[in-house]
């Protein structure tokens, strides 16, 4: 089946740590997004990428770092300078980033900080 | 700047009942408009969309009509039942959002009594 696989499902993070979050997709999707969710709150765009090797920032880039070197694979990276990373991550991916086209959703990385 | 506002939740309902949900836009361009549907502890499901003034998505027994006129995209369904018990998120995108962006309202809890 094709899907987007988000892991791990649970993190948590030390004061001052960077951790990595990874998204991999399998439905040949030219984009791919990450957003962050916060309790009773709809979703905020952190980064996008419309092609391999090119990613552009959403409304809340500060403190958070990405990659696309492989058109499958999207992580993300919490960094220290991200001073409130308690939430939930979600990424998605969509044929070909148009606005008519849906975005598909992985299960999501529920982070806390220790 | 383009924005979507949902009615607040939770909004809770005996099973049978019928579901409005309420959502209205802003947005400079020619949006296409989104349900998505998100059960505990997972991601975001697509549940239906319209791409153009006047068009109705209908998926599962929800619908829901792109008016243009009222910039509005209200959920329906006649009947809910007790597995409709979700966070519901109005979503669009703008034709002029590159690369596909989705803006999100803040999404309405749903709960469903026997």
């Known amino acids: 089946d094709g899907g987007i696989t988000q892991s791990p499902k649970y993190l948590f993070r030390k004061e001052g740590q960077n951790v990595t979050l990874s998204c991999e997709q399998n439905l040949n999707h030219d984009a791919m997004y990450w957003y962050r969710q916060d309790p009773g709150q709809g979703l905020r765009l952190i980064y996008y990428s419309q092609i391999v090797n090119d990613f552009q920032k959403g409304d809340i880039a500060e403190g958070y770092s990405v990659s696309r070197e492989k058109k499958e694979s999207f992580p993300l990276t919490v960094t220290s300078a991200q001073k409130n990373p308690t939430a939930f991550y979600l990424c998605?991916?969509?044929?070909?980033?148009?606005?008519?086209?849906?975005?598909?959703f992985g299960d999501g990385t529920r982070l806390s900080i220790l | 700047g383009d924005s979507v506002t949902q009615m607040e939740g939770p909004v809770t309902l005996s099973e049978e009942a019928f579901l409005t949900i309420n959502c209205t836009y802003t947005?400079?361009?020619?949006?296409?408009l989104f349900w998505y549907v998100q059960y505990p502890g997972e991601g975001l499901q697509l549940l239906l969309k319209?791409?153009?003034?006047?068009d109705k998505g209908s998926n599962k027994g929800f619908e829901a009509t792109y008016r243009k006129e009222t910039t509005s995209f209200h959920l329906e369904k006649g009947s809910v039942q007790v597995s409709d018990s979700a966070v519901y998120f109005c979503a669009l995108s703008d034709y002029d959002n590159q690369g596909g962006k989705l803006i999100f309202g803040q999404g309405t809890e749903l709960s469903v009594k026997p």
């Open positions: 947005a400079t361009g020619y949006p296409s």
């Open positions: 998605a991916s969509s044929l070909g980033g148009k606005w008519n086209q849906p975005q598909h």
């Open positions: 319209a791409t153009k003034a006047d």
